[in-house]
Nanobody, 118 residues
């Protein structure tokens, strides 16, 4: 059974940084590399795709609002996906979710809260 656990959220001041992690279990990235993405949902707003990394060649895509500030990466040996978030802004505050697509099935973590406030 595939299981995702996000961590790394918290309270940070504007301009600060956080690194989110998404630890995956139930299979190993060395046997199957999934498409992985980070989404976020702020109160009263729709869920937003923040960043994705492709299965092969590590091709990354980002929402315009985070380009140049966020970086998605994957460590296949650790079955973990990361989201490095720099120069955080108050509008980045949300619950961040990891999503993984493996052989047509979509899996979600429970989310991690990011609060950006002085």
């Amino acid at each position: 059974q595939v299981h995702l656990v996000e961590s790394g959220g918290g309270l940070v001041q504007p301009g600060g940084s956080l690194r989110l992690s998404c630890a995956t279990s139930g299979f190993t990235f060395t046997t199957y590399i999934p498409t992985t993405s980070w989404y976020r949902r702020a109160p009263g707003k729709e869920r937003e795709l923040v960043a994705s990394i492709s299965r092969f060649d590590d091709i990354t895509t980002y929402a315009d609002s985070v380009k140049g500030r966020f970086t998605i990466s994957r460590d296949n040996a650790k079955n973990t996906v990361f989201l490095q978030m720099n120069n955080l802004k108050p509008e980045d505050a949300a619950v961040y979710y990891c999503n993984l697509i493996k052989q047509g099935n979509s899996y979600w973590g429970q989310g991690t809260q990011v609060t950006v406030s002085s």
